[in-house]
C-alpha cells in the first residue's frame, strides 16, 4: 500500500503538458498543440494528486458553462495504479462540475468502473486510421476558414456538440500546424473540418457535415497531404460516416464509449462524422 501524503489539486499549465506526454504514453495519440487549445477551454479545468509532492495522477474536468462538463485524461503512473488515487482525484474533479451533466469517453477496460460511478452508456466511438488514396483535384467549394467564418462555425459546432465552447474553437482552429477547412454553398457553411498534427500522423477532428457527401469532400481535403497515417473518431451511430472509412481504406484501431452522467445531450449524430476528442468531448 502507498505511504506518504496524497494531496490533489488545480494543475498549472506546465502541468498540462505533462497530462498530454502521459496520454501519448497510454497510446492515445494526442495533438501536438492540444495543450494550449485544451487549456484555452478551461483553465480551472484539469487536476493533479501528488504523493508527497510528487504528481502521480491526473484527470480533467472541463466546464462547458452551467450545464455540462466533460471529463478526460484520467491517468495515473503504473507504479502506483491499484490504490484508489485516481478515483478519488476524479471525484475531487467531480466536485467542481458540481450539478452538471457530465460526459467522458471511456475506454473499454475501464466502463464497467464508469457506470458504477453513474455514468450510462451513449454509444461507442470507433478510431480508423488509414492511408487514404489520393482524392483527386482540389475542392473549389472546400477552403480554409477565415476570422469572418468563426459565427457560422460556433453556430455549426454548437448544433453538433451542444454547448458554447468558443474560447477553445477559437484555439483550435488557429493552432499552429492546424488546418481548419469549411464546405460552402454560396456563402452557406455546410461543415467544417480541422485537420491537426499529432505525436503520430494526422487526426480529422471534428468533422461535422449536413451530409455524407459534404463530410466525404471534406475529409478528402483534409487528409490531403497530411503526413503520416490520418486518424478519424467516429460514433458508431453514423453509418454514412462507417461507410466512408471503409471506402478510404481506413481500419478500425481503437475504441470508446461516450458515457453520460444526468441526461444525455441530443445531438444530430447524424451529422457527426468524426468527434472533437476523446478528452475534451
Known sequence: ??????????????????????????GWNPGLRDADCFYAADPEGFFVGELDGKVITTVSAVSYGPNFGFMGFYICVPEHRQHGHSFQ???????????????????????????????????RNFRFG???????????????????DMHAVYAMDLACFGYERKAFLDAWVTAEGHRALGCFKGSRLDGFTVARPCREGTKIAPLFAVSPGVAERLFDEAARGAAGPVFLDVPETNKPALDM?????????????????????????????????????
Open 1 to 26: 500500500m502507498d505511504e506518504g501524503t496524497y494531496t490533489m489539486r488545480v494543475a498549472t499549465r506546465d502541468e498540462v503538458d505533462l497530462m498530454v506526454d502521459w496520454a501519448a504514453q497510454e
Open 89 to 123: 482525484l476524479a471525484n475531487y474533479a467531480r466536485e467542481a462540475l458540481k450539478c452538471r451533466t457530465i460526459g467522458l469517453d471511456g475506454v473499454v477496460e475501464q466502463q464497467d468502473n464508469y457506470a458504477d460511478w453513474g455514468f450510462t452508456l451513449a454509444h
Open 130 to 148: 488509414g492511408a487514404p488514396a489520393d482524392p483527386g483535384p482540389a475542392d473549389p467549394d472546400v477552403r480554409p476558414l477565415t476570422p469572418e
Open 245 to 281: 472509412v471503409a471506402r478510404k481504406g481506413m481500419t478500425k484501431v481503437f475504441e470508446t464509449a461516450r458515457m453520460y452522467a444526468g441526461p444525455e445531450p441530443k445531438l444530430p449524430l447524424g451529422e457527426i462524422y468524426g468527434i472533437t476528442s476523446y478528452e475534451l468531448g
